[in-house]
């Protein structure tokens, strides 16, 4: 599975659609999860995607679905790992995640996909911008997408001094879920372990079809180092913890909900409390917590 994220406008639905294309004259069999906002007010969402990859509408063995976020942050939506499940059982030779347009820590996917795609674009900001940006972390291969724009060789240079400080600085271990529920390193960054992997910068220009080929191969090029290291196997268990942590959470989450549904008034009364500063919200947490596991 293929995540591509990015800020919105670099182009991340364009090179999907592009690599797509690719991929079937391969002859494989693609899946699409493309990702939209949901509207706060409206409660809607345009799921706009399909019309930019509607050239692949008709071909049975492309399958595209369209996802609203629903509120959840983190780039996805909550039942985007189920479809991906079913795209599998599909026999699809391929699965691309595309996540909403995020800014610099949304990075859900990281815990979702064997492959992450950073999508940037020129006008990113300046080199400290680059390290402040966390989904930056989190890429297996960077496409610098509408190279033909004036900066796109700045970006590729400012990204690459963040890798550079990223391997003089950082020795923490290899992506998991540590107690706090927090994403963690879990694979190599020390150049000198056999296991390490040096994110490639690919430039590309999705609306020309100009660097999807050399996109594609450095995705090939991440697999096959995951496979010789067996760190597919130890992303697979990863992703497998983060879905079940997340429906576990979900599930603790109504019970909790359930169970203080009948309290409702009382509830309002300890609010009101609060909010005029007569009660301690930590303390009456762990009260009601303590009843909740009684």
């Given at each position: 599975?293929?995540?591509?994220?990015?800020?919105?406008?670099?182009?991340?639905?364009?090179?999907?659609?592009?690599?797509?294309?690719?991929?079937?004259?391969?002859?494989?069999?693609?899946?699409?999860?493309?990702?939209?906002?949901?509207?706060?007010?409206?409660?809607?969402?345009?799921?706009?995607?399909?019309?930019?990859?509607?050239?692949?509408?008709?071909?049975?063995?492309?399958?595209?679905?369209?996802?609203?976020?629903?509120?959840?942050?983190?780039?996805?939506?909550?039942?985007?790992?189920?479809?991906?499940?079913?795209?599998?059982?599909?026999?699809?030779?391929?699965?691309?995640?595309?996540?909403?347009?995020?800014?610099?820590?949304?990075?859900?996917?990281?815990?979702?996909?064997?492959?992450?795609?950073?999508v940037a674009v020129p006008g990113l900001g300046d080199d400290v911008q680059a390290i402040k940006a966390g989904v930056l972390e989190i890429a297996d291969v960077f496409a610098v997408n509408k190279a033909d724009r004036e900066g796109a060789d700045r970006t590729v240079l400012e990204l690459q001094q963040m890798l550079e400080l990223r391997r003089t600085t950082a020795t923490r271990p290899a992506l998991e879920h540590d107690v706090g529920h927090r994403m963690r390193a879990t694979e190599a960054w020390s150049p000198q372990d056999p296991a390490f992997w040096e994110p490639p910068i690919v430039k590309t220009v999705a609306v020309r079809d100009q660097g999807v080929g050399d996109l594609a191969d450095a995705i090939e090029r991440h697999r096959a180092h995951l496979d010789a290291t067996g760190l597919r196997r130890a992303r697979d268990v990863g992703r497998a913890r983060a879905i079940f942590l997340a429906l576990l959470r979900e599930r603790l989450l109504a019970g909790a909900l359930d169970r203080l549904g009948a309290e409702e008034g009382h509830l309002d009364e300890i609010a009101a409390r609060i909010a005029s500063r007569e009660a301690d919200p930590f303390r009456l947490a762990d009260e009601l917590s303590a009843r909740l596991r009684a």
């Open positions: 599975m293929v995540g591509i994220t990015g800020s919105p406008g670099a182009g991340k639905s364009s090179l999907t659609d592009r690599l797509v294309a690719l991929y079937r004259t391969a002859g494989r069999k693609v899946g699409v999860v493309a990702v939209d906002p949901t509207s706060p007010f409206s409660g809607g969402a345009i799921l706009g995607d399909r019309i930019r990859m509607q050239d692949h509408a008709v071909d049975p063995d492309v399958f595209i679905r369209s996802m609203a976020t629903r509120g959840n942050l983190g780039g996805l939506s909550r039942a985007t790992s189920d479809v991906v499940a079913v795209m599998d059982a599909m026999g699809k030779d391929l699965v691309l995640v595309e996540t909403v347009g995020v800014g610099q820590d949304e990075i859900e996917i990281a815990s979702l996909a064997h492959t992450v795609v950073v």
